[in-house]
């Protein structure tokens, strides 16, 4: 019995893998686990049929031939060591790059990150929080000094108003939902703002059902009311605050009139959100991708951070403004610094004190310009400059905006290294597919949203001769001449720690206790700290910053009158490496389809289960239709797990300019049977 972390989402449940005959036998629910205090989703209790599933990777691939055949180990780390190298001697160190998993493990991302930096020097790397929260890390950072959930989930019980925003918990952070359920069902006022009509929505008290991509709008014309009414927490904002007076400058214009003209919701419905909570003693806001994955991403962030201030709701118990991050690890692929622009703990590379410190523990000089994002790395393949990637856990072809032009660029490069635990789409791409350990098959630790450091413990050997990411990235070091030198899992930790002042305090030893430890956790006694921002903010004064609503960036026209958006399956997780190879679970939800209004279905002749063809300017889809009230009039959803009907074919790949996120979540598209 070996207690560990759920592999999927960052809620970041405890379950217990059962081994025999060198099979997970059974998964079950860690009945002492402070998060999931004996539950599980349907995902987490079908955490053990892909391990064992036949199609896992047990060898490396290498491409003889034109297609891809099994090959030693000595001989796939030659190849890619030889082509990185031949990369680095062509284009220099910024033509290669790394992208990291934020479903691997701490120590496999930190040892991406000293991968790309101490032996490739380059800071190119980066992982999927680029197309999921990065707005929160950049929004929050300028606004409260840190971009992580600032209160633990537990504190939603605590609150006397649940505010949810873009964000479908009971589907994708399951146990959350549950838990926001039953408060509501205890009495607590709930609000949803979601265009859907999600499981939360049809329970809330209110459900703001505004038009895509203006969030910004609802909440100017929110915290209008808030002023107006005289709800905001005065002395809060007098005694944490800045910027207090130019704020609500910002938004006298915005009437709840005009704030309901743009975003298609009643006046009456904005004041009364508004007052349900500002006038709550302790709101506890969560959010989604809804919020994020806009150009208008990392605004939207600061537009929510600015209604939490100026209620009074920052670093107390029960509020907050808590990004609900998703995969199991992605807080800490972000905390590890497999980002472009820094270190570990967020230490910047462009700091120069915080080089010296990593280049003195490393014993290397270190690059001084912060690298490029994942999707900026791609368009430097299309120019040529980048030329070589090496990809760890991450299905970019499917789940990155712009269709065929990430397969066609990661096609184009002169070397794709993929290290993964099934032949993906974008592994079917590779040049060198290195076979990975899963979640079961190591020692590590994984981060979850509410910045809960977690053990994940080896239950059993991996398949074949599949290894863990970091010793896969060891071992490629060592080819090139600089290894990391990694000896085991609590070693990387332990010398990640000494370089993170948010983990400082942090052990394998420590870790031991269910439920591990919050960060910051900066000395060996320290008991952590699950809210952050109580005696103040980290950045000292909440910043209050006027943003504006900027509407996406294509809007529905004659030839494309349908806004797509695109949301998930309970059932399906991500590109579906997984689950897809989990029966009960694909049972469920075995293909893509697109959720329409009866009034769109109807006059384009279509019914529950049609074929039917999504189109925008970038590309085309076939899927099928379920004709819903889901979704308002003019309004299209799909699911993204499904590489052949997937949204990403037509999806926009638009940028907001700060954080650099694609807007997957607002397209014009057609849509017609076929
Ligand atoms: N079952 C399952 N669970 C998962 C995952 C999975 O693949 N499957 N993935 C994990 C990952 S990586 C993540 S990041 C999380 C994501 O979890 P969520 O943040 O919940 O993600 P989505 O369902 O994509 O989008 C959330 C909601 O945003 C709404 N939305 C769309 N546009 C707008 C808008 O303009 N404004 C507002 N207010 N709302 C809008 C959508 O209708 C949708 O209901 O889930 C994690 N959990
Ligand atoms: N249209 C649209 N597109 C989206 C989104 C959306 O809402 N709409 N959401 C975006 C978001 S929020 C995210 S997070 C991304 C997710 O995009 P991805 O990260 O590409 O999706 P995953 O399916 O989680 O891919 C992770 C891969 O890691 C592998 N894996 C799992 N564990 C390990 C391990 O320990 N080691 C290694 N080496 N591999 C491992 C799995 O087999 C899987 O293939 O998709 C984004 N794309
Ligand atoms: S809620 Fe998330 S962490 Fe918990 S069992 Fe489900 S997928 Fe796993
Ligand atoms: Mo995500």
Same mark, same amino acid.
């Given at each position: 019995m070996t207690p560990t972390t759920c592999p999927?989402?960052?809620?970041g449940c405890g379950l217990v893998l059962d081994v025999a005959a060198k099979r997970v036998v059974a998964v079950t629910p860690?009945?002492?686990?402070?998060?999931s205090r004996g539950q599980l989703c349907a995902k987490g209790w079908n955490a053990g049929p892909f391990l064992a599933?036949?199609?896992?990777?047990?060898q490396p691939l290498l491409r003889r031939n034109g297609r891809l055949q099994p090959a030693a180990w000595s001989t796939a780390l030659a190849a890619a060591a030889e082509a990185l190298a031949a990369a680095r001697a062509e284009?220099?160190?910024?033509?290669v790059g790394v992208i990291a998993s934020a479903r691997a493990t701490n120590e496999d991302a930190f040892a991406a990150m000293k991968f790309a930096?101490?032996?490739?020097?380059?800071?190119?790397v980066d992982h999927c929080a680029r197309v999921c929260h990065a707005p929160s890390v950049a929004g929050l950072r300028r606004t409260?000094?840190?971009?992580?959930?600032?209160?633990?989930?537990?504190?939603l019980d605590e609150a006397d108003c649940l505010f949810v925003v873009g964000a479908d918990v009971t589907e994708n952070h399951t146990i959350i939902g549950g838990r926001i359920l039953a408060a509501h069902e205890r009495g607590i006022p709930l609000v949803v703002v979601d265009p859907r009509r999600t499981r939360l929505a049809r329970a809330a008290?209110?459900?703001?059902?505004?038009?895509?991509?203006?969030d910004i709008a609802l909440v100017n014309g929110m915290l209008h009311a808030i002023f107006a009414h005289g709800w905001e927490d005065g002395a809060y904002l007098a005694a944490r605050c800045e910027n207090v007076a130019a704020l609500q400058a910002s938004v006298a214009d915005w009437t709840p009139d005009a704030a309901a003209r743009v975003t298609g919701v009643t006046a009456a419905t904005i004041v009364a959100a508004a007052r349900l909570y500002a006038t709550s003693r302790r709101g506890w806001l969560a959010y989604g991708l809804g919020v994020t994955q806009h150009v208008s991403g990392t605004e939207t962030v600061i537009a929510l951070s600015n209604l939490a201030l100026v209620t009074g709701n920052v670093g107390v118990i029960g509020g907050g403004v808590n990004p609900?991050?998703?995969?199991?690890n992605v807080q800490g692929a972000c905390d590890m610094g497999a980002?472009?622009?820094?270190?570990?703990?967020?230490?910047?590379?462009?700091d120069e004190n915080a080089r010296r410190r990593f280049e003195t523990a490393w014993g290397v000089a270190l690059p001084t310009a912060p690298g490029r994002t994942s999707l900026a790395m791609q368009h430097a393949a299309h120019d040529g400059e980048l030329k070589a990637l090496v990809v760890i856990g991450q299905d970019p072809a499917v789940t990155d905006p712009g269709g065929r032009f990430v397969a066609r660029v990661l096609e184009r490069l002169d070397c794709l290294i993929v290290a993964e635990l099934f032949l993906t789409e974008t592994a079917k791409l590779a040049d060198i597919v290195l076979p990975a350990a899963s979640f079961a098959e190591k020692d590590g630790t994984f981060t979850s949203t509410e910045r809960r450091v977690q053990r994940v413990r080896r239950a059993l050997a991996p398949p074949g001769e599949a290894r863990a990411d970091w010793q896969i990235l060891d071992a490629l070091a060592a080819r090139l001449?600089?290894?990391?030198?990694?000896?085991d899992a609590a070693g990387i930790f332990a010398e990640m720690a000494a370089l993170t002042p948010s983990y400082a305090g942090m052990s394998y030893a420590r870790l031991e206790a269910r439920g591990g430890l919050c960060w910051?956790?900066? &000395?060996?006694t320290h008991p952590g700290t699950?809210?952050?921002?109580? =005696?103040?903010c980290v950045r000292g004064r909440g910043r209050l910053i006027p943003v504006v609503h900027t509407p996406p960036a294509e809007l529905p026209d004659a030839d494309y009158p349908l806004q797509l958006t695109t949301f998930r399956l309970h059932h399906q997780y991500g590109s579906g490496s997984m689950t897809r190879r989990a029966p009960l679970l694909e049972r469920e939800n075995p293909r893509g389809l697109v959720w329409m209004h009866a009034s769109d279905a109807a006059r384009r002749r279509i019914a529950t289960g049609a074929a039917v063809r999504v189109r925008s300017r970038r590309g085309e889809v076939t899927t099928r239709a379920v004709v819903s009230d889901d979704v308002p009039p003019g309004v299209v959803a799909m699911p993204y797990h499904f590489a052949e009907a997937s949204p990403n074919l037509v &999806?926009?790949?638009?940028?907001?300019?700060?954080?650099?996120?694609? =807007?997957?979540?607002v397209c014009a598209v057609a849509v017609e049977a076929c």
């Open positions: 999927f989402c960052a809620v860690d009945p002492v686990h402070p998060v599933s036949p199609e896992r990777l047990r284009g220099g160190a910024d033509a930096r101490a032996v490739l020097g380059t800071n190119n409260l000094g840190s971009g992580a959930m600032t209160n633990p989930i537990a504190d008290d209110l459900h703001v059902q505004l038009r895509l991509g203006t609900l991050r998703g995969q199991n980002l472009p622009d820094v270190y570990s703990g967020y230490q910047a590379v462009a001449g600089r290894p990391l030198g990694f000896r910051p956790c900066p &000395t060996p699950p809210r952050l921002h109580v =005696e103040g &999806t926009n790949d638009a940028l907001d300019p700060i954080a650099r996120m694609p =807007e997957l979540k």
